[in-house]
């Protein structure tokens, strides 16, 4: 995980692919620039990318190290931007806990989910968490509301023929999720 803020002036930027720089470029606001610097920081930092020959996409455009040494997940909201890793598919969101539109339960969660929500921010983050890192571990585009990912445990879900297991990091105002196809140890969070 790392704070954007101290890449709101784009330092280090030279350090990361020429692919990541388009892609800072193509934002508009600083914020936006910093979290995707961020991200591409912690790939050439915990994964080694300093070229965009490592990575390669598959046919849905999820991004893999050409190596295979592992698998990895990138994402970023508010002030964080967060990376997985594992010898498995893996998928991570993070969120900041901002309040949140009504509109977005009502058509991206299921009845069962819907009604689990007490109102809270939270009980919604970590249902949008959990499904947004499932899509991402699965490498798929599926519609939010396609799926259920209750009970928000550590006990498995089956969705689409593969079973995932969340776990969920409350930190600093976001929530984190983590999808991981198959068992593997807790999340630990690692700043850097």
């Known amino acids: 995980?790392?704070?954007?803020?101290?890449?709101?002036?784009?330092?280090g930027i030279e350090l990361v692919t020429e692919r990541r720089k388009k892609r800072i470029e193509g934002y508009m606001r600083a914020e936006d620039k910093a979290r995707c610097l961020a991200a591409g920081l912690l790939l050439r930092q915990v994964c080694g990318v300093?070229?965009?020959?490592?990575?390669?996409?598959?046919?849905?455009?999820?991004?893999?190290?050409?190596?295979?040494?592992?698998?990895?997940?990138?994402?970023?909201?508010?002030?964080?931007?967060?990376?997985?890793?594992?010898?498995?598919?893996?998928?991570?969101?993070?969120?900041?806990?901002?309040?949140?539109?009504?509109?977005?339960?009502?058509?991206g969660f299921t009845?069962?989910?819907?009604?689990?929500?007490?109102?809270?921010?939270?009980?919604?983050?970590?249902?949008?968490?959990?499904?947004?890192?499932a899509v991402k571990a699965l490498g798929l585009t599926l519609s939010p509301g396609a799926f259920c990912v209750l009970p928000l445990d550590s006990s498995a879900r089956h969705i689409l023929g593969?079973?995932?297991?969340?776990?969920?990091?409350?930190?600093?105002?976001?929530?984190i999720c983590r999808a991981i196809e198959g068992k593997d140890e807790k999340t630990e969070v690692v700043a850097v």
């Not at 009845?111 to 890192?133: L, N, Q």
């Not at 593969?162 to 929530?175: A, E, N, P, Q, V």
């Open 162 to 175: 593969k079973t995932l297991f969340f776990d969920w990091i409350s930190y600093d105002g976001h929530i």
């Open 50 to 107: 300093t070229d965009d020959s490592q990575i390669f996409y598959g046919s849905n455009g999820k991004p893999y190290l050409k190596d295979n040494r592992f698998y990895f997940n990138i994402s970023h909201s508010g002030d964080y931007a967060v990376l997985a890793t594992a010898d498995r598919e893996v998928g991570v969101d993070v969120e900041k806990t901002l309040p949140y539109p009504q509109a977005v339960a009502g058509r």
């Open 1 to 11: 995980m790392s704070r954007i803020q101290p890449y709101i002036n784009l330092e």
């Open 111 to 133: 009845p069962a989910e819907r009604e689990w929500m007490d109102g809270s921010a939270d009980s919604f983050y970590r249902i949008w968490t959990a499904k947004e890192s």
